[in-house]
């Protein structure tokens, strides 16, 4: 098969985001070579990963030197595993680089996403704000022996220690920020404040149209706000407690006044506040890129990350930073991207089973992401997890004979709410060939099986239909 060594450059490599010049690949293949028996990407499974150097260059997807799947064989293979029309199920097939449909089943129908969300807010993203850009968290002088502690919407921030080791690009610190305000207000002889918070970065309701009840007290998002601490997380050092803080400017007021007073600076929380323009600035942190952030949120379907990732998409696009406002500017760019056509969202993450996307929709972001065309999209490709290895598509997933086809090969984004199951990624076939597939089960009526979506994508992978 042609491409073997490049093909094993991504399994390697790519999950890290880290490419080389010395590599002297032209291109870059998205799948492990079919000869090698595949191994698990080097990345933690909760961490972010890795971000490239500003200044690399990362290398376009191949579209493959196979031929394109003859469309009646893989209709033939799909159609036997889909189980007839009457199906629930909306799938379609595309070629990566002529965006050529394979294979159709109400492909152009819009439906519940779920998660698969994330690939449109992360490509909107990509493409407005840029890969390199930096969330900040910054305080600064206030009124009335006060100091503000201003929220840009960083969900990385964090008051844990730092990790030696982590594998990660380093969150931003509330201990860093703690230190680095300490001293501005020792140096000039202050040493007693009241620390306000700001939060106007964001405006509007604290959770989305459609989102259910449970999803905060189950953790499966804190309440959106531009200041958050550790996601708002009630217990951040165990993972098997879910639940999140009811107000978190607030507790992140709290928590950095008991920062400044461990280091010298006697504090106490006081009100939420709009910081007084042009205040002097005391200290700043920043989060990592926004090509590191969308990698997270897709390998680990991050909805907090999600979320804040949305509106720094309205705020570039000088929209108020909202759930309606973001949801809009996501397809603003996606329109200027020419893949808008089918998607209509009323969230970042994909929480909301009022969104409705379109399998063909997914596919065209998917196949616009991986071109030539949008190197600075490439983030939301080496995102995607890896089927049987990584993110929500680590093990049970791709672990059963009906799919163990597509381990390896297959790099896509789940999506799961109740009654729904998503699937939309790339996989190059058999003959070497790129291929984009979006598959997407249930009405949010009755139980779904995701393992089917994984027969079907590991029948594309293992298709060699030429």
Known sequence: MPGRARTLVILSLSLLNV?????????VKLTPARHLSPQPPSVAARDLVRAPATSTVVPAADAGSGRPPNPSVLAGRLSALIGGPKAKIN?????????RPLYELRADRPATPASTTKLATSVAALASVGP?????????????GGIVL???GDPTLTALPSRPGAGRPPYASLLDLAHQTAAALKASGVRQVRVDYDVSAYQGPRTAAGWKPNYLPDGEVAPVTALAVDEGRVSPLDPTRKARIADPPASAARQFARLLSRDGVSARPGRMTVAPKEAARLGAVQSPPMSALVEHLLTDSDNDVAEAVARQ??????????FADAAQAVRQVLARLGVAEGVSVNDGSGLSPRNRISPLALARIVSLAAGEKHPKLRSAITGLPVAGFSGTLRPPRYTVAA????????????GTLAGVSTLAGLAYDADGRLLAFAFMAGDGKGPVDPGKLDQLAAAVAGCGCG
Do not use: Y
């Not at 390199?132 to 009335?144: D, F, L, N």
């Open 132 to 144: 390199a850009h930096r969330i900040t968290t910054q305080v600064v002088r206030g009124t009335g």
């Open 403 to 414: 799919s163990q086809a597509g381990a390896g090969m297959v790099r896509a984004k789940t």
């Open 91 to 99: 799938a379609v097939v595309i070629d990566a680089e002529t965006r």
């Open 19 to 27: 490419f080389t010049a010395a590599a002297g690949l032209a291109v």
């Open 313 to 322: 998409v309205a705020i570039k696009l000088g929209r108020p930073a909202t």
């Open 150 to 152: 201003i929220g840009g």
